[in-house]
């Protein structure tokens, strides 16, 4: 736990000693809670504010990149599926769920897994999860680790339902949780904000803040310990997800890449995805708001979408590649937004203008800080159902369908 003394040398190294202005006239209790929270804090977020985090975010030279296809996959498939299978049996693969998000597109008022699904009867998005690995671990005839990375505004919900839940038949001592760091919000001039004198203002800071908060937190030591490699990591949105798929494991392993991508053919060029592409010689994505027309509609010799590869949020990563990545600053994505907080004079004010910044990192721009990244094409109506809207595109209409067409019953 961090002392008064030691916040106030962190908080000085950043210009932020003001977030103690008031801790005098706290109580024993508050005062607990804001060290906490400075304690929690990703302050590297802050280099966004730098010129530098300008040139991290501004884009190379772009090409189309090949995949594993799924014809490769369909011919390799026994070699991939042994090396796989073996590989979690020897506890080296590890998975990791991010569900800190907030959904708010979902506008449900809980995290985002204890949404139910069902119809008939009550089918969770957690629990579709994890039947879904359950398959894999009946067939491996081991069990995977799940670290769950929650937020500072969901966590106890998350614990409490997977209590409450028995785990939907998972092995318990196998489910971890861990909380991922908060950005703070700053105004215009990079100073954070407090929204009262014992609670500063922040958000998540992003789901490419899951390795950093996976470390802080001791559990990828505990993983490390017990012998993981690679760590699968996926979202909370996609109901069909398949984790620690052997055959994708296998792929990975047998190319020799440090890190692989899920990914699925689009469904029309227009389709609001990132895609998988190669950046100045190296694996990276490309956002569908950064591509330009000429690039959507381009064509290869075969006639396909020259980046026609969308990535679904299903990576695997390689544990010591990503500890050389931690060492490294993440690009910072910056949002003007309008940020409540305590004025000088204690009193709390709600802005009608955008007042600050909230920042983010984001888990696809660890893609290029890899050296080799292999795309792994998989069947878009197997294994991406992403509930990201109550109904239309990305929906848990569409959701519902394609579980459905999977053989679930709702
Ligand atoms: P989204 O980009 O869909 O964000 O997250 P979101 O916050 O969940 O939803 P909207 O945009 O508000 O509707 C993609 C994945 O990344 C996780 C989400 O839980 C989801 O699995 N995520 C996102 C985090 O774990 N932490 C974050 O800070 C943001």
Known sequence: ???????????????????????????????????????????????????????????????????????????????????????IKAGKVAAVLLAGGQGTRLGFDKPKGMYNVGVTRELFIFECLINNMMKVVNEAGAWIHLCVMTSEKNHDDTVGFFREKNFFGYNADYVHFFVQDMAPSVDFDGRIYMESKSRISSSPNGNG?????????????????????????FGVDNVLAKIADPL?????????????????????????????????????????????????????????????????????????????????????????????????????????????HKFEKLILDMINMHDSCIPYEVMRDREFAPIKNPDGVDSVVSARKLLEENGVTL
């Open 1 to 87: 736990m961090l002392t008064y003394e030691k916040a106030k040398e962190l908080l000085g190294s950043y210009g932020q000693e003001h977030l103690l202005d008031f801790y005098g006239e706290l109580g024993a209790e508050e005062q607990t809670s804001l060290l906490a929270q400075i304690e929690k804090i990703d302050f590297s977020i802050l280099a966004a504010l730098d010129s530098k985090n300008n040139e991290a975010l501004k884009r190379g030279k772009i090409e189309p990149i090949g995949a594993v296809t799924i014809a490769d996959i369909e011919k390799n498939s026994g070699e991939y599926r042994s090396v796989g299978i073996d590989a």
């Open 248 to 356: 994708f494991i296998g792929a990975i392993i047998k190319s020799g890449a440090q890190s692989g991508s899920k990914v699925v053919a689009k469904s029309a060029p227009e389709e609001r995805v990132g895609v998988m592409c190669l950046e100045d010689g190296k694996p990276s994505i490309v956002e569908y708001y950064e591509m330009t027309d000429e690039m959507v509609n381009q064509r290869g010799d075969d006639g396909a979408l020259a980046y026609k590869y969308g990535v679904i949020l299903n990576y695997l990563f390689s544990i010591s590649k990503l500890e050389d990545i931690n060492k490294r600053s993440m690009p910072v994505h910056t949002v003007d937004k309008k940020i409540p907080y305590m004025d000088r004079n204690g009193d709390y004010i709600v802005p009608s203008e955008p007042n600050g």
């Open 209 to 233: 803040g899951w390795f950093s908060s996976l470390v802080r937190s001791g559990l990828l030591a505990e993983l490390k310990e017990s012998g993981a490699e690679w760590l699968n990591v």
